[in-house]
């Protein structure tokens, strides 16, 4: 995929700025790319639609080429599209004893997976768990489970011969209750690929279980079938999460991006390995560095961004030592500051605004206001922002009622403009070893 994609995007950087056309060309690589990653058809279809609307007239950022752009781009959407809601890895769980419900096809992973997940959750969340296994089809199935809880000292629950799975997941919910479990897992038995009857008799145990989380354990190296597999367990029993094990071999995971696109529903955690403790929190950004397989072009495009901010920074803090401190200066100062997190945030940052920072925490001051003084500055004319003495009355007013406020809230902003500029002067003044000098470094 890097080779492919390198090709393209070198193309596009020798032309130097990123045309619809070349949006589209490299895309079109993209998707090839991503179904050699296994993602499915329609879903890496779906995903380059998506890509194009949003990197279509999306300006590139300076010193990096389009071609990079573009490859930051599709790296972005891929984290979004991978990115469920909530938090990653949580499980619902209160109301003891909650069941967890394990399905998918066999040899995916779900015995193995339970017992990862019984010891996680004993370990790290201090539950108390009890697993069950209600694969009857493999004599084996219900011994394999059984040797797991003993290595992770997880409680099983005893097996009975000639039991079916309904029943099994009945006693286990008895046994849960009375002997104080936290949390009981229930392993079901898979097929090679789906069937009927095993869909009804899933269907049965979830009837019987109500479980509290039901995950798909999927193996995250099958490609095309990893689609019709969580569209028909989703469809049939209604799934609240996925698994994907084996992210220890070599696959690049498309799968993944293919889940979260069918079902909608979280990915929770990826197997990475046999042992007991490989398995981890999902993480987006992992999954998409390898499925897309060039890190190394997101993290230039990510320090080029932050070069130019901070070039951009240390202009104005230059321009500010000379008093010229303007309003095209103080909006980067508020936009910096909604993304520092706040005004205090940034404040705190700044030498000699520690006693400000405290005032305007106490103001309560927030984003909403920052965001109400860009809008302000943005009503402004060139010539006003760069030189804020030109604002009399009937200026003031047009600026006021274009960003949709009162004259007196523009007022507080040039208040807060002009005790800003004193003081960065003042700060200037200090010389050449002085604080704003300092402050750059
Ligand atoms: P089940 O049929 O769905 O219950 O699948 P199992 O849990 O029995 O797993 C089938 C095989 O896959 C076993 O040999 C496991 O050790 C192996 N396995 C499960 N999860 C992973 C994983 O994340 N990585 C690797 N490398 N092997 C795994
Ligand atoms: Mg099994």
Redesign the pocket.
Known sequence: LSERLGGVFDRLTKQGSLSDEDVKTALREVRVALLEADVSLPVARDFVKAVQEKATGQAVTKSITPGQQVVKIVHDALIDTLRGEGEPGALKIDNPPAPILMV?L????????TAKLAKRLKERDGKKVLMASLDVNRPAAME?LAILGVQIGVDTLPIVKGEDPVAIAKRAKTQASMGGYDVYMLDTA?RLSIDEELMQQVEAVRNVANPRETLL?VDGLTGQDAVHTAQNFDDRIGITGVVL?????DGRGGAALSMRAVTGKPIKFV????KMD?LETFEPERIAGRILGMGDIVALVEKAQETIEAEQAEKMMKRMAKGQFNMNDLRMQLEQMIKMGGMQGMMGMMPGMGKMAKQVEASGFDDKILKQQIALIQSMTKKERANPALLQASRKKRIARGAGMEVSELNKLLKMHRQMSDMMKKMGKMGKGGMLKQAMK
Not at 271 to 274: A, D, I, S
């Open positions: 998918g066999q040899g995916g992973g779900k015995t193995t997976t394999q898979g354990v094990t084996r992210m220890d071999g197997g990475l390995g046999e490989a």
